[in-house]
């Protein structure tokens, strides 16, 4: 029996295509929904990319749920140009995925988030792996389940290293930092898994060709949008070893922490637009002396991740 019960906040890009390989393969998770968010694309689109992989991966009956389409602080989102190039028009580098033909859930994810911590509280792992906008909003909505989640396992944020949209700033807490902040202050039990162990965890096109190797329809088409994703990596000169395993690398870590070594620290995320450092994920001097309530990774066993990463999807892929 699985023994989380795992909702997947995803603004589907690639890295967010393996997450939810992942999840769906993972014999101790029980995906039970995915909420859309913008980010890599727009909600819409990645709503679909979450409809479309599900069916690919044989997973149809997990709901998909509509999140926010825009950060608590403007009326409207543009995809940046550099996500483009790193995830593709499409947000799955260009790769053409059957179309599913479920359609999104008409209730919001917020409520849906909201009704899961009540139902399943401990048991219950949410997993943003894009901007933190619409936990935010369920925190202003609910303020309970910040204290209901069993465990909130973020994607997002740098502490001892520069971030990748600005020299403070990681992508997904740029997005909407002021709505990072009010996750970062009030929900407990969290854990963000950042550059700092992500950018360790790197897939190459080795990996790729044995998921060719398969002879499936799925594992061709993941090695297709994987190989689009390490070229851009390359290209663009982020890394040319290979491309990194942000989003299922925080998956893993939600239900075995034993691949990373945190440090126990209340954060903040700074909203002060003109200081230079505008959406920095740093500890927070107010509550050194608090009780603690998030930790931040650190340290990563990344060469066994990435052959149990490599390892499960092979079964998945098959």
């Known amino acids: 029996m699985p023994r989380?019960?795992?909702?997947?906040?995803?603004?589907?890009?690639?890295?967010?295509?393996?997450?939810?390989?992942?999840?769906?393969?993972h014999e101790d998770i029980d995906l039970i929904g995915i909420i859309a968010s913008y980010?890599?694309?727009?909600?819409?689109?990645?709503?679909?990319?979450?409809?479309?992989?599900?069916?690919?991966?044989?997973?149809?009956?997990?709901?998909?749920?509509?999140?926010?389409?825009?950060?608590?602080?403007?009326?409207?989102?543009?995809?940046?140009?550099?996500s483009k190039t790193i995830h593709g028009q499409n947000g799955l580098g260009d790769v053409?995925?059957?179309k599913s033909e479920?359609?999104?859930?008409d209730q919001s994810g917020i409520d849906f988030l909201i009704e899961a911590a009540h139902q399943y509280k401990d048991d219950l792992v949410y997993l943003p792996t894009g901007p933190l906008t619409n936990l935010a909003l369920a925190l202003e909505k609910d303020p309970a389940i910040a204290k209901l989640i069993g465990q909130t396992t973020l994607m997002g944020g740098a502490l001892t290293v520069p971030g990748n949209v600005t020299p403070f700033t990681e992508a997904n807490i740029n997005q909407d930092p002021e709505?990072?902040?009010?996750?970062?202050?009030?929900?407990?039990?969290?854990?963000?898994?950042?550059?700092?162990?992500?950018?360790?965890?790197?897939?190459?096109?080795?990996?790729?060709?044995?998921?060719?190797?398969?002879?499936?329809?799925?594992?061709?088409?993941?090695?297709?949008?994987?190989?689009?994703?390490i070229d851009a990596y390359y290209n663009l000169d982020i890394d040319k070893r290979g491309a990194a395993l942000h989003d299922p690398l925080a998956v893993a870590v939600a239900v075995?922490?034993?691949?990373?070594?945190?440090?126990p620290l209340n954060m903040k995320v700074t909203t002060d637009?003109?200081?230079?450092?505008?959406?920095?994920?740093?500890?927070?001097?107010?509550?050194?002396?608090?009780?603690?309530?998030?930790?931040a990774a650190v340290l990563v066993d990344q060469e066994r991740f990435v052959s149990d990463f490599q390892n499960m999807m092979l079964k998945v892929l098959g």
């Open 273 to 295: 637009r003109v200081s230079g450092d505008y959406g920095r994920t740093i500890g927070d001097t107010d509550k050194l002396l608090d009780e603690t309530t998030s930790k």
């Open 102 to 105: 479920r359609s999104v859930s």
């Open 4 to 25: 989380y019960k795992m909702i997947l906040d995803l603004d589907t890009g690639i890295d967010d295509a393996l997450a939810l390989a992942y999840a769906v393969g």
């Open 256 to 263: 075995q922490p034993d691949y990373i070594d945190t440090l």
């Open 39 to 82: 980010g890599n694309n727009l909600t819409p689109v990645t709503a679909q990319n979450s409809l479309d992989l599900l069916n690919l991966l044989g997973a149809s009956d997990v709901p998909v749920f509509y999140g926010a389409s825009h950060s608590t602080t403007t009326d409207d989102f543009t995809v940046m140009e550099v």
């Open 179 to 229: 709505a990072a902040n009010t996750v970062f202050q009030e929900q407990q039990k969290l854990t963000m898994v950042g550059l700092d162990v992500t950018l360790r965890t790197l897939l190459t096109k080795k990996e790729t060709a044995e998921w060719r190797a398969l002879g499936t329809k799925k594992a061709e088409l993941y090695a297709d949008i994987m190989d689009y994703y």
């Open 96 to 98: 053409t995925v059957p």
